[in-house]
């Protein structure tokens, strides 16, 4: 497979070079440090030779050659520089410049235009067209957060060809033909992507624009700092465009490894919420029924009060995901080293007893493996929803030839690219999923398993025997079903005989770095149980840690719901919002005495806690962060903070201090040092194994009987709870750009349930429970098996945790159509994106 | 939903006919258009949908072709030709008095919803010129009393179809020939008939060889494609691979857009069978086991006379399965164009076969032989090669280079009897000319282009040019070639910065849009010679003109563009007179005179 390939030797303006066989002559020059000029080529997608910008003069050769077409051979000998080149060249350009509108200093990209540069290198200085140029009506908008300039438009094809290459989205294409052609969506509709930024990001020229960076800064004026994207597990390598303490933009920063050059829409659009007005600048304290600011000094004597008083079996700690390594492993030491409790856990969207506890979360293959991947097996991961930037992981790997099957309740946005799609009613995919290792199991009930065709499977099972480099992941739709438990065993059984291991999609923002700092009931800082860990914990800690595992997520709720603690401190987490039973939660707050939030905005937590200590956001952060294939990268603060605001680790180092533990630190280099000492391996840019979970714990409980009722007349349908990428809470709710992308609440039902009822695409419905009720916009879809309802959960307006309740496996549903819109008024954003 | 079942099967059936489900879509499109009356936002969802591709790639490939539409439309659309041997037969006043009579422009339609008048590129029938479609219906010669007449009948008849005039194409030139011999014959196109006449013979005699010993037999008569290019034959069907494992396909261009050729559409409307008789020799002596013949949209006619010929021959067990029980297997299926000059080059076609915008494909590494259709080995064969092959395996290669080797000509423009001519290879124009009745109404002869407007003009002097690929590029005329055999000759009326006008702005409508020179370059002449003919010509003009061709020269990325210069080239070169007349910026030369 590896073998070298062999050299060919030419020569180029002179210089003689040598280069692997397939090497293209623009590519030699470039090592050879000689620039040629280009505008279509972009060397993440095969040459297209459009622009012919490039063009070289190659010995027996007629005619110029475009260099990005051309394969160097043995003895070529090239010239960059001859009259005909140049005379070719200023062609070209002069060609590209007749329509074009020349508003270099009104344009977002003068300053790093490519075409404004070669204008200035090659062109001919003066036109020589004096006819009416194309004119296109002035720069039109595609959606929430691109702009389309087409006079600015120099054809190059690189955006068509990102959507259809690289994303295989197939947002922006090519309309019309000749002269006429242009840039667009169809019927300049909003842009139906989640990577548009990226071809923002590739376009040569000013044609595309993104609309949150419309003249907002010159590149000139921009610092870049390099950091890392927090807002999904994925840990894309980003550069932010400082200017004047802000944020100015996001961009890529090269990542082979992981992103490679590319960011999702959420990362390019969703650093909105840093700058938000809302952000938290003074400690709040409860007086008299409202939150009223106070100064550090108090808040954290009274916090440090509270906790000195309360037993440490009746103190609770919930969240994490969104902290540092550092934050994530001093927040540990605090509340295990200081105060001696292992109620600590940053997983709080989790099910009681779900299998998300008994299955360490993380990829246990690198994302770049993913490329090589020849089967990939998605069981309820809704890759794009969910890890996008692993979705272009997975394209490449598919235009190798890799085969996708996808074991999910929902049909997936990708489903063009799923060669075998086995959508299943909620609840049922494991039984779906021992059906593919073979096992079959004789399902009685109508529509064959799980709702899913015999056949379908078995070509699906064939396919999987067929394998020799499977990638096996497993996500929440899978792990939080009511047969979550058997879905997991049955996904690891069928990895094990691919010998493969099982990917477990599961976590936000930081949550690996919150389980390698050590916020799980039942392990230390790297994962490392409890017990294994107590002896080095109390050499570095000075402290004895109890060996018991503590209560997990849903427990620690349930028990403050009972009146069992005494203070509830939750970290950088929403669980108003995130726990699965928000009537539970309420309860919990009802009987709680003290409820402390650490978080950046007044979340509907923080609202309703007695204490809300304002922190930092990653992007003001320095330190490192973990992501879901376990790597370790490092974050530079690009901003500073709003008022107070501070960092989490110092808030606890703060605390622990008036708890009278000594627990400082200079800086985040010496809290790593210090988790270096425990966590074998971690290092910067190391990956670190998957970890957390109970690891060998033997359930304490046994799994609530599952109250799976027969459908009610009353409450038809069965709701399936998924992740919508521009949903996802707090953040992504107060990043403009992004709030516009998600667009209103809706959930997605089956046509012969819509028309059932009689509901249309973007009518007004009610969603109702007989706990609660959720107001959303319909999309009606076949991606749903009749009888369910999609709900994603990210959206405050309509949380779907009102609906759920605990004690039950299956959260039952009724639709109540609201006062109809004509159908499909909800439309634009959010109607259209149904697949 | 706006499509009913039945379009939505129809959409199903298209597709079940090609390997991969989006070659259908320029069909299913037109299943489309022709139940909504457009492509509406709800159609075009429909048909993504029974589809299953992204409503953004249909509507995309939907907006490359001219022969889709987004709005609604009249009832009848009347297209007009104004490529060039109409225009010298007088297009312009057919379509000023068309304008007149139906009180709209070109792009509108009437008040009363009847029609909708549009212009047309080169309909491959220009020996009717001038010529306009109604519908699918196509009429010519035409005058002003036949528009009459027809406008009348269309107003008069409650059901137009009962009564559509039909005007008759004046019947080609009868000669003694091989290719056309029996292209008059009104039987031809009936299986009874051609069999009679020794049809199939050829296919037999083939199954009996060996694969390679009728590609050898084709390769010794020295035939070269008549599509354009010349390619021999012979060695195009040997660079296929020879594993018999890989799928390969034998593609068929029937997408004659070429202006002033129009020899394929005579062969598919005259001679079917020897066509399909062509497709399965071929495709037995490169083991294909699928053909695809991509026809031109416009060719309505012709494309219902090979669909039934087709069924004929299938069912006589002359294609299908097990051919003449040889144990060898052929499917032909039938694909169509939807309004693109393009899609005629190669690649495009075969992007256009599979359901995309008809764009050139770069080569390397897509030569149709080794990444072609559905990136497998492909031969691709234009249909007067296939027609040449049955021949040749009917009669034998000995025969064929005895009397030949022959090849046809396309006549146009002003000449007494326009048609298609089989002629010995070498022939000279001035003979052709002759063959053809002479010059119209007996004045001389200024210019010809010689293999249709791809290449470049001749004056006069070169009438004793032989037509023969080498003897026409060798001349000391850039671009000058062969072709696709295209002779378009014009009279002493003509006014060359008009025709050269009408030339750029062909290769402008029809440019793909990839690249950047034939792209911006073809518009930029176009407005340079439009503003010169409007008076408005400066004294730098003329060197403009040339300095943009040069720009284009040797930099596009397919023949398309690089076809444009020879005519700018050699027109300021012989008749450099008349540019300089416009670049003063008075009007020009008289008008072409012809009745
Ligand atoms: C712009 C362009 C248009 C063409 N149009 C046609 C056409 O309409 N019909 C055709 O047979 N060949 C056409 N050709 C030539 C084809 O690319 C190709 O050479 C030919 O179909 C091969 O068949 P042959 O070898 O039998 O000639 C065209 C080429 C170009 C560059
Ligand atoms: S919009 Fe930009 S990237 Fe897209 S084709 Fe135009 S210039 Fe190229
Ligand atoms: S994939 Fe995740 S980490 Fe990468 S840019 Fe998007 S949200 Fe950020
Ligand atoms: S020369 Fe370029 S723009 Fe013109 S048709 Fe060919 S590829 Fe398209
Ligand atoms: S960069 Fe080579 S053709 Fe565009
Ligand atoms: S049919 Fe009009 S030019 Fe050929």
Redesign the interface.
């Known amino acids: 497979m590896n073998q070298v390939p062999p050299m060919v030797t030419m020569t180029i303006d002179g210089t003689k070079v040598a280069v692997p066989k397939g090497t293209t002559v623009y590519q030699a020059a470039k090592g050879a440090h000689i620039e040629i000029p280009i505008f279509c080529y972009h060397d993440r997608m095969p040459p297209l030779g459009a622009c012919r910008m490039c063009l070289v003069k190659v010995e027996k050769m007629a005619k110029l050659q475009t260099s990005c077409t051309l394969e160097a051979a043995d003895g070529m000998v090239v010239s960059t520089i001859a009259p005909e080149v140049k005379a070719g060249q200023e062609a070209i350009l002069e060609f590209l410049l007749i329509n074009h509108p020349l508003d270099c200093p009104i344009c977002d990209k003068g300053g790093e235009c490519p075409l404004q540069d070669q204008t200035y290198a090659f062109g001919p200085g003066r036109s020589r067209f004096i006819e009416p140029k194309r004119d296109f009506a002035k720069p039109v908008s595609l959606g929430r957060v691109l702009v389309l300039d087409r006079e600015r438009c120099i054809l190059c094809w690189r955006c068509v060809r990102f959507g259809e290459i690289i994303a295989g989205d197939d947002a922006l294409k090519g309309f019309e033909r000749g002269f006429h052609s242009e840039i667009n969506t169809p019927f300049t509709l909003p842009v139906e992507s989640k990577f548009i930024g990226n071809t923002i990001a590739i376009c040569p020229v000013g044609a595309l624009t993104a609309k949150p960076y419309r003249f907002a800064a010159r590149p000139w004026d921009n610092q870049a700092v390099s950091s890392v994207c927090t807002l999904c597990g994925v840990g894309c390598a980003v550069d932010f465009d400082v200017r004047g303490g802000a944020i100015t933009r996001t961009r890529a920063r090269e990542s082979p490894a992981v992103n490679d050059i590319w960011l999702c829409d959420l990362g390019f659009f969703g650093h909105g919420y840093v700058h938000h007005s809302e952000r938290l600048r003074r400690p709040l304290v409860r007086q008299d029924g409202n939150l009223v600011e106070t100064t550090w000094d108090n808040a954290l004597d009274l916090v440090a009060h509270r906790l000195r008083a309360a037993p440490p079996s009746r103190v609770a700690m919930l969240g994490g995901a969104r902290l540092t390594n550092e934050d994530a492993y001093v927040a540990g030491r605090f509340f295990r080293g200081v105060l001696g409790t292992n109620h600590l856990d940053h997983r709080i969207d989790t099910r009681p007893q779900s299998a998300s506890q008994s299955v360490p979360w993380g990829m246990a293959v690198s994302i770049a493996e993913i490329d090589q991947a020849d089967v990939i097996l998605l069981v309820g991961c809704d890759v794009t929803e969910e890890y996008p930037v692993l979705w272009l992981r997975m394209k490449r790997a598919i235009a190798h030839g890799a085969k996708v099957i996808a074991v999910t309740p929902k049909a997936l946005e990708i489903h063009r690219f799923v060669d075998h799609h086995l959508v299943h009613r909620y609840g049922e995919g494991a039984a779906v999923v021992r059906a593919l290792t073979g096992s079959h199991v004789e399902d009685s009930r109508a529509g064959g398993l799980g709702g899913v065709d015999s056949a379908a499977i078995t070509a699906a099972a064939a396919r999987l025997g067929g394998a020799t480099r499977a990638l096996v992941m497993i996500g929440r739709a899978a792990l939080e079903a009511p047969d979550g438990v058997e879905a997991a065993a049955a996904v690891r059984d069928l990895a094990a005989r691919l010998s493969v291991p099982v990917n477990v999609m599961r976590g936000k923002g930081n949550a690996f770095g919150a389980a390698l700092g050590g916020l799980l009931p039942d392990a230390g800082p790297g994962g490392r149980p409890l017990a294994d860990i107590a002896g080095d914990l109390q050499q570095i800690w000075n402290r004895a840690v109890a060996p018991q595992s503590g209560m997990t997520a849903p427990e620690i709720v349930e028990t403050g719901a009972q009146g069992g603690l005494d203070v509830l401190y939750v970290v950088a987490a929403d669980p108003a919002t995130d726990v699965l039973d928000h009537t539970q939660w309420k309860a919990a707050r009802a009987r709680l005495p003290f409820l402390v939030v650490q978080d950046a905005f007044l979340t509907q937590t923080a609202q309703v806690a007695d204490v809300v200590l304002p922190a930092l956001v990653a992007p003001e952060k320095d330190g490192t962060v973990s992501s879901i294939e376990g790597r370790i990268q490092r974050l530079h603060a690009a901003v500073l903070g709003p008022g107070e605001a501070r960092q989490d680790w110092t808030i606890f180092a703060a605390l622990a201090e008036r708890c009278g533990a000594e627990m400082a630190y200079s800086g985040w280099e010496e809290i790593f040092d210090e988790m270096q000492a425990l966590i074998p391996g971690l290092a910067l840019d190391a990956r670190m194994n998957p970890m957390g979970g109970a690891i060998g714990r033997p359930a304490r409980t046994p799994p609530p009987p599952v109250r799976a009722e027969a459908p009610s007349a009353d409450f038809p349908f069965v709701l399936i709870p998924g992740e919508a990428l521009f949903a996802r809470g707090a953040m992504s709710a107060r990043s403009a750009a992004i709030a516009d992308l998600a667009g209103e609440p809706w959930a997605m039902m089956h046509p012969d349930d819509a028309a059932r009822l009689p509901v249309a695409e973007g009518d007004a419905i009610v969603l109702q429970s007989p706990h609660g009720a959720a107001a959303v916009r319909v999309k009606v879809s076949t991606a749903v098996l009749a009888g369910q309802v999609f709900l994603p959960r990210g959206y405050d307006g309509a949380a779907a945790n009102a609906l759920a309740d605990a004690a039950e496996a299956l959260t039952r549903v009724r639709a109540i159509a609201l006062t109809p819109t004509s159908a499909g008024a909800g439309s634009g954003e959010v109607g259209r994106r149904t697949p | 939903m706006v499509l009913s079942e039945n379009a939505r099967s129809e959409i199903r059936r298209l597709m079940a006919q090609f390997p991969q489900r989006q070659s259908a879509l320029l069909g299913a499109l037109f299943v489309a258009q022709d139940e909504v009356g457009y492509l509406s ?1 709800d159609a ?1 969802a429909d048909v993504a949908a029974v589809m ?6 249909i ?2 490939v939907a ?2 072709y001219h022969l889709y539409r987004f709005s609604p439309e009249g009832r009848h659309v009347i297209q007009v030709c104004t490529n060039i041997s109409c225009q010298l037969r007088g297009c312009g006043r057919i379509l000023d008095h068309l304008r007149r009579r139906l009180q709209v422009d070109v792009g509108e339609t009437t008040a009363d919803g009847a029609f909708t008048l549009k212009t047309a590129e080169c309909l491959a029938a220009c020996e009717s010129a001038p010529v306009m479609m109604v519908d699918t219906d196509r009429l010519g010669p035409m005058s002003e009393r036949d528009v009459d007449s027809l406008l009348d009948q269309y107003a008069h008849a409650s059901t137009p179809s009962a009564s559509r005039p039909r005007l008759a194409p004046p019947p080609v030139a009868p000669q003694t020939s091989m290719i056309l011999k029996y292209i008059h014959e009104p039987d031809q196109g009936e299986l009874e008939a051609y069999r009679r006449r020794g049809g199939y013979e050829g296919l037999r005699r083939a199954l009996g060889m060996s694969p390679d010993g009728v590609t050898d037999e084709v390769e010794k008569s020295g035939l070269r494609g008549r599509g354009g290019a010349g390619f021999p034959t012979g060695r195009k069907w040997k660079f296929i691979p020879k594993d018999p494992a890989i799928p390969r396909y034998v593609v068929i261009n029937a997408d004659e857009g070429e202006p002033g050729t129009f020899k394929d559409r005579t062969l598919l409307e005259g001679d079917p069978h020897r066509l399909l008789e062509g497709i399965a020799i071929a495709s037995y002596a490169v083991g294909a086991k699928q053909a695809f013949v991509y026809v031109r949209r416009e060719f309505h006619h012709a494309r219902t006379g090979l669909e039934r010929a087709l069924a004929q021959a299938s069912g006589a067990g002359l294609l299908g399965h097990n051919i003449l029980g040889s144990g060898y297997d052929l499917d032909v299926v039938v694909a169509t164009g939807a309004g ?1 000059y393009i899609a005629g080059e190669e690649t495009s076609l075969l992007e256009s076969l599979e359901g995309r ?1 008809a764009m050139p494909r ?1 080569k ?1 590494p897509y030569y149709p032989a080794v990444k072609g259709l559905y990136s497998r080995p492909t031969v691709l064969n234009n249909v007067e090669t296939l027609c040449h092959v049955a021949w040749i395996l009917t009669e034998g290669v000995e025969r064929y280079r005895q009397l030949g080797p022959p090849i046809l000509i396309s006549v146009s423009g002003h000449i007494a009897r326009p048609g298609v001519y089989e002629v010995p290879l070498g022939t000279t124009i001035r003979q052709v000319i002759e063959r053809a009745g002479g010059m119209l109404d007996g004045r001389p002869c200024k210019a010809c282009f010689p293999g249709g407007s791809s290449s470049a003009i001749l004056p006069a002097a070169y009438l004793d040019t032989q037509m023969d690929y080498d003897a026409l590029a060798k001349l000391d005329v850039y671009g000058s070639m062969l072709g696709s055999g295209a002779l378009i000759v014009m009279d002493d009326t003509t006014n060359m910065v008009e025709v050269v006008a009408r030339t750029v702005e062909f290769y ?10 034939c ?6 002449l176009g ?2 010679l439009r ?1 010169m003919l409007a008076g408005q010509g400066r004294s730098e003009d003329l060197a ?1 003109l040339d ?1 943009i061709a ?3 020269t ?4 397919c023949p398309l563009g690089e076809s444009v210069p020879p005519a700018i080239y050699s027109s300021l070169r012989f008749f450099r007179s008349e540019f300089e007349q416009y670049a003063k910026g008075a009007g020009g030369v008289p008008q072409a005179v012809h009745a």
């Open positions: 936002p075009l299953d591709l992204p409503v953004s790639e509507t995309s907006s490359f693109a915008r770069l390397p402008r409508d029809e440019s793909c849009g990839k690249c950047t020179p792209r911006e370059g073809t518009m930029w407005q340079v503003r403009l300095s040069r720009g284009m040797g930099t596009c990325f």
